[in-house]
């Protein structure tokens, strides 16, 4: 079996690790592949793959940033995994306005996708920012640019820590 990884010291560690785990707690030999990006990626869109160690981050705030992702049809669907149990329930998602029903369908999804074992996910990002304050407008967001600077002003009069 062949683990798909990037070639930074970060991900070869990680496959290591990996690498590691399946073969002490499965009983599994994992081969690494350490590509390039633009490698890395070409074997990817080809399927080329046993294992794949790859990120997703959210582009807009709704689940559905992360639910399509394992549907049949989207490109990004890497690994090729198809269930039209999800399919349906997305397509629940994207067609309905009705936020708990959204909700629902999106519950399944996730459902869906831990009792298939489609992703072994590792971990969870997060950034703490420590802001002076005398700064203020800072907008934050849970998805996209943060923290944005572009209303950003300054207050001489209050006092700094």
């Known amino acids: 079996m062949f683990m798909l990884v990037g070639d930074s010291e970060f991900s070869r560690k990680q496959a290591e690790y990996y690498q590691n785990r399946f073969k002490e707690q499965l009983g599994i030999e994992v081969k690494?592949?350490?590509?390039?990006?633009?490698?890395r990626l070409a074997k990817m869109t080809a399927g080329d793959f046993d294992l794949?160690?790859?990120?997703?981050?959210?582009?807009?705030?709704?689940?559905?940033?992360?639910?399509?992702?394992?549907?049949?049809?989207?490109?990004?669907?890497?690994?090729?995994y198809s269930n039209p149990d999800l399919d349906e329930q997305v397509?629940?998602?994207?067609?309905?306005?009705d936020p708990v029903t959204r909700m629902e369908a999106f519950d399944r999804v996730?459902?869906?996708?831990?009792?298939?074992?489609?992703?072994?996910?590792?971990?969870?990002?997060?950034?703490?920012?420590?802001?002076?304050?005398?700064?203020?407008?800072?907008?934050?967001?849970?998805?996209?640019?943060?923290?944005?600077?572009?209303f950003a002003w300054l207050d001489p009069e209050r006092k700094g820590s």
Request: proline share 5%.
């Open 32 to 39: 690494i592949d350490a590509q390039t990006f633009k490698q």
């Open 52 to 80: 794949c160690a790859a990120g997703w981050g959210p582009d807009y705030s709704d689940p559905m940033t992360f639910g399509v992702l394992f549907t049949s049809w989207n490109e990004n669907n890497r690994g090729r």
């Open 91 to 97: 397509l629940i998602a994207m067609s309905s306005l």
């Open 110 to 150: 996730q459902h869906i996708l831990y009792d298939d074992a489609a992703i072994l996910m590792n971990y969870e990002s997060g950034i703490v920012y420590v802001t002076d304050p005398r700064v203020n407008g800072i907008v934050r967001r849970a998805v996209g640019t943060d923290p944005d600077y572009s």
